[in-house]
T-cell receptor, first 110, second 112 residues
């Protein structure tokens, strides 16, 4: 299986609810990044968390990292229809070597 | 305009033909990358480059060739296209260190 794997594969919620996506990985990392991809578009960087950090916030986004469990979570609070997209975690193995998971498809229903 | 551009955005070709996908960035980033995106696989790295004239293989390099004679350009060539190379191709760039990847809009390639 892949270095980074998101869970769940798909998530459907109502507007205003929180969305949580998880990412598990296998090897040691320098940092972990989350990206968003709207349908038919390129990926957009959301947030980076270093290996020595445990939690990071950016607006409605909260990312946690547990290096002992080799896992990360992305929480989107008070979701909006515009948050509908695919979300990917990318693990940085060093030397700009990024490995992406298959992604979580989030649908936010109005 | 500043950013990263890819051309063409859509391409249909036939098995056995040579195809070149272009990527141009205006940030003078040292690193450039080519990924392919297929359902169920996420993004897989084909090739990357740390600087002009320095390229290295990624996870799925077979059937592809890259070059980087100038910092801003990183073309990807399929020397003899196969149906398995039907995919969406993304170019990205970044600075060294804790820099995020900045992606282009993608090229949707269909090999018949």
């Amino acid at each position: 299986s892949q270095q980074g794997e998101e869970d769940p594969q798909a998530l459907s919620i109502q507007e205003g609810e929180n969305a949580t996506m998880n990412c598990s990985y296998k090897t040691s990392i320098n940092n972990l990044q989350w990206y968003r991809q709207n349908s038919g578009r390129g990926l957009v960087h959301l947030i980076l968390i270093r290996s020595n950090e445990r939690e990071k916030h950016s607006g409605r986004l909260r990312v946690t990292l547990d290096t002992s469990k080799k896992s990360s979570s992305l929480l989107i609070t008070a979701s909006r229809a515009a948050d509908t997209a695919s979300y990917f975690c990318a693990t940085d193995l060093g030397g700009q070597n990024f490995v992406f998971g298959p992604g979580t498809r989030l649908s936010v229903l109005p | 305009d500043a950013g990263i551009t890819q051309s063409p955005r859509y391409k249909i070709t036939e098995t056995g033909r040579q195809v070149t996908l272009m990527c141009h960035q205006t940030w003078s980033h040292s690193y450039m990358f080519w990924y392919r995106q297929d359902l169920g696989h996420g993004l897989r790295l084909i090739y990357y480059s740390a600087a002009a004239d320095i390229t290295d293989k990624g996870e799925v390099p077979d059937g592809y060739v890259v070059s980087r004679s100038k910092t801003e350009n990183f073309p990807l060539t399929l020397e003899s296209a196969t149906r398995s190379q039907t995919s969406v191709y993304f170019c990205a760039s970044s600075d060294a260190g804790l820099a995020p990847l900045l992606f282009g809009p993608g090229t949707r390639l269909t090999v018949l």
